[in-house]
């Protein structure tokens, strides 16, 4: 039985970008496949929301603007995007995740977005039963209806906390990221993998004593896994 305790992220992470992440992609969907559609204003300011947010800016307050127009949504519209979002994940990288759960590695996806996406992404693409734990932030739902949200890991460093919470030691951590929400879970764990899916990240980072790796793929040669 492994002891080693694989912490994922999920965006840009187990879930390739193309080009949004998850909460990007429920915005969008909100501002263009559901009515009543926000005011024109309302969408303007949204789509500049998602631009600076793909830039990795104004972090809080997209999620505070986010979580604001995500209220009165149907929450079966997480099941839409969670089907939609796992196409994205390529068939090499299931399987990959797969055998990891059948060599009784642990794991766990430990994010700074909507856990709800995560969990429905993943099940979709029948990884559910694969993660201990999918955690992140939480939709409050009432009568059908988003009308708010938990931030049970509102901040990076917040993971590290997380998962101190429940015992995970970082000599027993290997953590798997691709940018800066996960830098301060990198920084801590005993082994700490870059996802650098165009390889534009390995310039910025290498400074750090971290992996790179384009693909899930190559965790199994970061394990050793032959």
């Known amino acids: 039985m492994k002891t080693t305790t694989i912490i994922w992220d999920f965006d840009g992470t187990l879930l390739p970008l193309s080009p949004y992440d998850s909460e990007q992609t429920m915005l969008l969907h909100k501002l263009d496949e559901i009515t009543p559609r926000p005011s024109l204003p309302v ?28 209220r009165g949504t149907p929450a079966a519209v997480m099941d839409q995007i969670g089907r939609r979002l796992s196409d994205r994940i390529p068939n090499q990288d299931r399987q990959t995740i797969m ?36 955690a992140g932030n939480r939709f409050k739902v009432s009568r059908g209806l988003i009308n708010g949200m938990t931030l049970h890991v509102p901040n990076p460093e917040d993971k590290v906390k997380w998962l101190k919470r429940r015992g995970v030691s970082a000599a027993e951590a290997v953590a798997v990221g691709d940018g800066y929400t996960d830098i301060p879970l990198l920084d801590w764990a005993k082994i700490a993998v870059l996802m650098d899916r165009t390889g534009q990240k390995k310039t910025k980072y290498q400074h750090k004593n971290y992996r790179f790796i384009s693909s899930t793929s190559e965790i199994l040669d970061v394990l050793g896994i032959g």
Not at 57 to 67: P, V
Not at 114 to 131: I, K, M, Q, W
Request: aromatic share 8%; glycine share 6%; hydrophobic share 45%.
């Open 43 to 70: 969408r303007a300011v949204a789509r500049l929301m998602i631009a600076a947010d793909r830039r990795q800016m104004l972090r809080k307050t997209f999620k505070r603007f986010y979580i604001r127009l995500m």
């Open 99 to 134: 055998r990891l759960r059948a060599l009784n590695y642990r794991m766990v996806v430990l994010s700074c977005g909507t856990a709800d996406l995560s969990e429905r992404t993943l099940a979709c693409a029948g990884l559910g039963g694969c993660f201990e734990s999918i």
